[in-house]
């Protein structure tokens, strides 16, 4: 006795039925199936005939013409989708419409040479995955240009979308090398603007001048700019400008790591500059103070006993009047500027320290760094107060560069911009299936 299959009542049997929806686009009817290495798969739309936009008069078909789609890999080999797109006619001579071409956004969006769902899986692909256009592109078996096309399209439409980010209590800024031009390796920056409170990438603009962040505040409105209290910066001269001319109600903050790194600076512009007027060159293996160049740069409580007696020895050998002791004496007491949460405090120290700095026998690298910090001192006090760093706007130049890495650099700024939000901006992702492209 055969035993009958049992087969479920929905079952599609019509293999015309199958097709369709194996291709899984709504209203087509599959004409056709090319066997190949890149398959062709031929659809033409079921939609009604339409009306003159004009007029209102039944259309009549003038023509038909096949569009070429790259699709999604159709198990496990490329595919084409070839859209059979008709072109319609008004029958009215007096109309001035004459004839237009049907256009399904479903199918595909104007002027992408990729299907809709390809174009959306693309952008997925790499902007939430940082992965490569070429990388996509040789696994579609399409061209560069058709999947960044297709990722700027998209892409542009969902991270410029006005809900994306909110109210920014913290705003920072840091500047991060664009491309190099030409013969001469010309640099272009950008800057980017972050929400360091949440760690966000706001947005990217070209430059590392004044004009263009601030251009970018003023689009964001006075009622959005008077939400940021505190405006972190990394002792950047053309910033300082931004946050004192478009957000001034907002309390500066300077970071403490640059601010560190600055004293660092300085204590090493020092060292060299001893080393050279001693010796009369650069620094060398067996030279003092080339030896003690990295213990010059560590934390003061980080070197054991034995570190200090190192470093002392190397100075007195290497620093006849003193100058790289003063200096590393100068860099511990910034240092220390940071052992406490005082903000009064934190002033009057930091005053005090900057004059105390420019005294007339102090070396010439104490004397700008005291400079510096009498120029800064508010700034730099107010750590204390807001305890908010520039390290989410360091963070975000990390993601950017993972992006630049996986594209090899970039010579636009658009794409560059489209691509870094996508991965660093933390759009919506849920909206890329019904975001309309640009």
Not at 259 to 282: I, M, P, S, Y
Request: charged fraction near 30%.
């Amino acid at each position: 006795m055969i035993r009958r299959r049992r087969l479920p009542a929905d079952l599609i049997t019509d293999p015309a039925k199958m097709c369709e929806v194996l291709v899984g686009l709504p209203d087509v009817e599959v004409l056709g199936v090319l066997d190949a290495p890149v398959a062709h798969i031929h659809v033409e739309s079921k939609t009604a005939r339409p009306q003159c936009p004009d007029c209102g008069a039944a259309a009549h078909l003038k023509d038909t013409r096949p569009v070429m789609l790259v699709d999604l890999p159709c198990f496990g080999r490329p595919t084409r989708l070839v859209w059979h797109k008709r072109r319609w006619r008004c029958p009215d001579v007096a109309c001035g419409r004459g004839s237009w071409t049907e256009e399904d956004a479903r199918i595909a969006a104007p002027r992408v040479a990729m299907s809709d769902r390809a174009g959306r899986w693309a952008t997925a692909q790499v902007g939430r995955c940082a992965r490569s256009v070429y990388e996509v592109a040789r696994e579609l078996d399409c061209d560069w240009h058709t999947v960044n096309d297709a990722v700027v399209a998209y892409g542009e439409a969902l991270v410029d979308d006005p809900d994306r980010f909110g109210i920014v209590a913290a705003l920072g800024m840091d500047e991060a090398l664009m491309v190099r031009r030409g013969p001469f390796h010309r640099q272009e920056f950008s800057t980017q603007i972050v929400d360091v409170g949440r760690g966000q990438l706001l947005d990217i603009v070209p430059g590392r001048s004044s004009a263009e962040p601030m251009a970018w505040l003023a689009e964001r409105g006075r009622t959005w700019r008077s939400q940021v209290r505190y405006a972190t910066l990394d002792l950047s001269g053309p910033y300082r400008k931004v946050f004192t001319v478009m957000v001034p109600d907002a309390t500066q903050v300077a970071d403490p790591f640059h601010v560190v790194k600055l004293a660092n600076f300085k204590l090493d512009e020092c060292r060299r500059r001893v080393q050279n007027e001693t010796l009369g060159h650069r620094g060398r293996k067996h030279d003092p103070l080339y030896r003690c160049r990295r213990l010059l740069i560590r934390a003061g409580e980080r070197l054991g006993e034995s570190g200090k007696e190192k470093l002392v020895g190397l100075l007195r050998a290497g620093d006849p009047h003193g100058d790289v002791a003063t200096m590393w004496e100068a860099k511990e007491a910034v240092r220390e500027l940071y052992g406490h949460a005082d903000p009064a405090l934190a002033l009057e120290w930091v005053t005090r320290l900057g004059r105390d700095l420019q005294d007339g026998d102090y070396p010439v690298e104490a004397r700008s760094l005291g400079r510096t910090l009498i120029r800064w001192r508010r700034q730099i006090a107010a750590w204390h107060e807001a305890q908010v760093t520039n390290g989410p706007s360091e963070g975000a130049n990390n993601l950017l560069k993972r992006v630049k890495r996986a594209a090899f650099g970039f010579r636009s700024f658009c794409h560059y911009r489209v691509r870094t939000l996508l991965y660093a901006g933390r759009p919506d992702w849920s909206l890329l299936a019904s975001v309309t492209p640009r």
